[in-house]
């Protein structure tokens, strides 16, 4: 990618949306993008009736400019999916993809333009999904997810909001305590600075049961680690004189795990902590179940906790909006 170069105007040209034969100047802030107005009324009715409608200004390069009244973070990977098709990731894989899907999807929702609306919520669903299944399949440990510390779930937790996509809310909810109980709770309505996204805020009711719902997290944990203990006794246990030992042994390193990954009961015991447990085939099969089934439990009141629809009617939300969710 090329410098920017600056204008005699004050603006910057934004050097990968700078068209030679572009039609028409679109201003962020202080960029400036040399666009083509027939691919923007084609693709978005409220874009073509604000053109249309626009006051007159001095042209620039001989083309009409038009204000966009949206940040440079949110306009350029807008545009920039508009005019390259392959400009949008296939599945969130970096941090940075977050940054793009976030602006792409905040104007796709403004300016109604549909194709690229389904698509970033698309490729959020694949990131938040609907299922405990799918979200088993991730690697929430991925080196890309904390590299901001995981503060990008604000972002998206208020973008969810702003777009109507409320079957993303209960998975993001889910993860942000750890967030805040690094950044305080006092960030919540200053989110400015953090990640190079535009500026947002949190919803008040979102930030009032982010924190009314933190005992329900501790409770969720201990429900899902109490596997451990009960039942005492597994019909069919080939070694009864080990492993209920084994699993009395662990009850402190469960207790650690509590302590450590109370903000995220659903992996408070990961797939490597059976490797702590050399228990007979009947009583692992047994004690695997009855873990699963508790996390099922926790994921299915999830939406409840925080006042949003079950999740029969957040897929069907889902559905509504184009997304293919499983
Ligand atoms: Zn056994």
């Not at 962020?28 to 084609?42: H, S």
């Not at 309505?189 to 535009?198: E, I, K, P, T």
């Amino acid at each position: 990618m090329s410098a920017p170069s600056t204008e005699s105007n004050g603006y910057e040209r934004h050097p990968e949306l700078w068209f030679a034969d572009g039609t028409i100047i679109l201003r962020a802030e202080n960029t400036q993008y040399r666009v083509y107005r027939g691919i923007l009324e084609r693709y978005s009715p409220n874009l073509k009736a604000a053109l249309e409608n626009a006051p007159e200004r001095k042209p620039v390069a001989v083309c009409p400019v038009f204000d966009l009244n949206d940040s440079v973070l949110d306009s350029t990977p807008f545009l920039l999916a508009l005019f390259s098709p392959e400009f949008l990731p296939s599945k969130i894989t970096q941090w940075n993809h977050l940054c793009q899907v976030r602006g792409c999807l905040r104007l796709a929702h403004k300016y109604q333009v549909n194709y690229f609306r389904r698509k970033t919520l698309s490729l959020l669903t694949l990131e938040y999904p609907l299922t405990l299944e799918a979200r088993d399949e991730i690697d929430l440990f991925a080196g890309w997810r904390s590299e901001d510390h995981g503060v990008h779930k604000l972002y998206m937790l208020a973008l969810a909001r702003e777009v109507g996509a409320l079957w993303l809310l209960p998975t993001i909810l889910h993860d942000i305590y750890l967030i805040l109980t690094e950044l305080g709770f006092g960030e919540l309505d200053q989110l400015s600075d953090f990640g190079h996204f535009s500026p947002t805020t949190i919803a008040a009711d979102d930030a009032k049961a982010i924190v009314t719902n933190m005992g329900d997290h501790f409770h969720g944990a201990v429900q899902i680690l109490s596997f451990l203990g009960s039942p005492a006794h597994i019909k069919g246990c080939t070694t009864p004189d080990c492993c209920p030992l084994l699993r009395f042994q662990n009850i402190g390193y469960a207790m650690t795990a509590i302590e450590i990954m109370r903000d995220r009961p659903l992996d408070v015991w990961s797939k490597t902590d059976w490797k702590r447990l050399n228990l007979c085939q009947t009583c692992l099969k047994t004690l695997k179940k009855n873990h699963q089934s508790a996390r099922q439990d926790f994921w299915n009141k999830l939406p409840g906790r925080y006042g949003l629809p079950g999740w029969k009617e957040l897929k069907e939300m889902a559905a509504a909006a184009g997304v293919d969710a499983k």
